[in-house]
């Protein structure tokens, strides 16, 4: 039986392009969830994983549909593999229920944490780059250093209440207490 497996990893996005590339690949049964690759518990890979027999063709889309690091994708296509199952990409066009499909999976595999090790890498050496220069990321603060000050005296000398003082200045009542 080939089965499918579709996911997306935010509910604002849509599992219908995966479910029809699934069903002309013949999938006769798609497993499908809107959760991060990241995840570790996701309910209805455990639940395809569970329901495997010998003989059995997991297809997804894109071999990162099924995880998003090198050894979790391992351990899943191990898993299948341990009920009896082989284990399809579309995109990649890899097939690990042949020698030469399983030799092609891993080293496609490896290239992608690669890929992905390296775009960790950049972004960081980017970000220190940045900060070397001055610039600071993340949101700008809710409240200037002048306002914050003037948080701070009405709240210490006038007396004023933090909600009152969150209202007035049109923050959140934390951004009060952090000044």
């Known amino acids: 039986m080939i089965i499918g497996y579709a996911r997306v990893s935010t509910e604002e996005q849509h599992l219908d392009a995966q479910t029809s590339a699934l ?10 969830e809107k ?10 890979l ?23 690091s090198l050894q979790d994708l391992l351990s899943i296509v191990e898993a299948v593999r341990a009920q009896g199952a082989g284990f399809r990409s579309l995109a990649e066009d890899i097939d690990t229920t ?3 499909g399983r030799l092609v999976f891993h080293v496609f595999a490896s290239i992608a944490q690669f890929e ?6 950049r972004t960081k050496e980017g970000l220190t780059a940045a900060r070397k220069r001055g610039r600071v990321g993340g949101r700008p603060p809710a409240l200037s250093a002048e ?8 709240r210490d000398q006038e007396g004023r209440g933090i909600a009152e003082l969150a209202r007035l200045f049109q923050v959140s ?3 009060i207490r952090r000044a």
Not at 23 to 32: L, T
Not at 35 to 43: E, L, M, N, V
Not at 47 to 68: A, N, P
């Open 23 to 32: 069903e002309v690949a013949g999938a006769e049964r798609i497993f499908a």
């Open 35 to 44: 959760i991060s690759g990241t995840k570790k518990s996701r309910p209805e």
């Open 46 to 68: 455990d639940r395809m994983i569970e329901q495997l027999r010998s003989g059995d063709v997991v297809v997804v889309t894109k071999y990162d549909r099924l995880s998003r």
């Open 98 to 100: 042949t020698p030469a």
């Open 116 to 121: 992905r090790e390296r775009i960790s890498e």
């Open 147 to 154: 306002r914050g000050a003037e948080v701070v005296r009405m």
């Open 173 to 175: 009542t934390s951004t």
